[in-house]
């Protein structure tokens, strides 16, 4: 049985493992990320080769979200902020101007 705390994503595991797991999490129990102390779920993701970024640690790559992890990046196609709708990665960022930011 899943519960709603397995969704967390833990970024020192390989991105690839981390995007088959928010697609084996939608729609229950979301697969998702703390951000300004809220919770952020994620429905889409992919996998990238950005090896530059540390675990966890937040860039931004063709106007689309991108969160480091142990082996690769994962690029956060559509999320959910907390309180809003669903959206693209990219309308998220035009409101989260400090995505980037430690």
Do not use: C
Request: glycine residues 8%; without cysteine; charged residues 25%.
């Amino acid at each position: 049985m899943l519960t709603k705390e397995q969704g967390e994503l833990d970024f020192n595991l390989p991105a690839l493992h981390l995007e088959r797991k928010v697609r084996a999490f939608y729609p229950w129990p979301s697969a998702y990320l703390r951000w300004n102390g809220e919770w952020l779920k994620i429905r889409k993701s992919a996998v990238t080769d950005v090896s530059e970024l540390q675990p966890g640690e937040r860039a931004v790559r063709n106007q689309t979200p991108l969160v480091g992890t142990s082996k690769g990046a994962l690029l956060l196609l559509d999320v959910q902020p907390a309180g809003k709708n669903w959206m693209s990665g990219k309308d998220f960022l035009r409101g989260a101007r400090n995505w980037a930011q430690a």
